[in-house]
């Protein structure tokens, strides 16, 4: 009971963290249907910051990160997206891809192709006991940020005009634009969102592997972009589900595969979504049809 406990709070700590890359990914696609792959570097643009503020108390070292991911963000729409908003899925994609390929070597010539080690406070790396259980530290934070994050997310969406704004957006942009609501305001909110995720994951993703590299948003943004397919591109209640369900089953597979089987997880749990493809094309929430971009 005790090893199958220890095991459902890694899934729900795993799948949290998952949910939050996948819903920083979904918040874009919903309103401007770009699949940002850039969104990687971002979460590496926070862990780079992360390494910078060594010996800044954590606190202001996390609010930091945040601070400097969403202005990263912000930034990356003004200059890139922005002239491109209404161009065709496939130039939104290279742009995108093209982002991505420009700050990972930014990040090589100017920090270095060596791994760099970020040193962590004993509590983020300690655990405590619960009952029988020894249960990590981080694995508590990740599954409080998470339901902090997700819970204000809901309130922001659904009790503030701008949030309202966005829903409408999503649904119809060309709608809600002759309704007068501002596309760039809008635009630059879901970007805005979107960083201060990408701050929040990277904090949690460095705390988990205690090291960063140029090319340490690949991984993540290619799971946060699996579980937006499984929970159905443009829906963010699907992001997060799709999420919480990948999270699940790599703890699952980590726990039944044989030991030799064990580093090739990360397949299994494609060929598992290539099954949920199969009898929900369109993801087990999404829409069945994609809207007309702004």
Known sequence: MTFFLQNVINAISLGGLDALIALGIAVLFSIMKLVNFAHGELI?????????????????????????VIFAALLMERAAFRTVRSADPATLLVTSFAISFLLQ?????????????????????????????????????????TVVLLAGLVLFLRRTDLGVQMRAAAEDFQMARLLGVRANRVVATAFAISGALAGV???????????????????????????????????????????????????????????????????????????????RPHGMLGARWLKERV
């Open 105 to 145: 070597n930014v990040a090589l010539l100017t920090m270095g192709a060596q791994a760099k080690s970020v040193a962590l406070p004993d509590f983020v790396t300690s655990s405590i006991p619960l009952g029988d259980l020894r249960v990590a530290n981080l694995d508590l934070l990740t599954i409080a940020v």
């Open 44 to 68: 590496m643009i926070g862990g780079y910051t992360l390494f910078l503020l060594h010996g800044v108390p954590l606190p202001l070292a996390l609010i930091a990160v945040v601070l400097v």
């Open 201 to 279: 994951v990277s904090t949690l993703y460095v705390s988990r592997t205690a090291a960063l590299d140029p090319t340490m948003g690949v991984q993540p943004v290619l799971v946060g972009f699996v579980a937006c397919v499984i929970g159905g591109l443009g829906s963010l209640s699907g992001a997060a589900l799709g999420g919480f369900l990948l999270g699940i089953v790599t703890v699952a597979l980590q726990v039944l595969l044989p030991i030799e089987l064990r580093p090739s997880r990360e397949a299994f749990s494609f060929v598992i979504v290539v099954g949920v493809l199969l009898l």
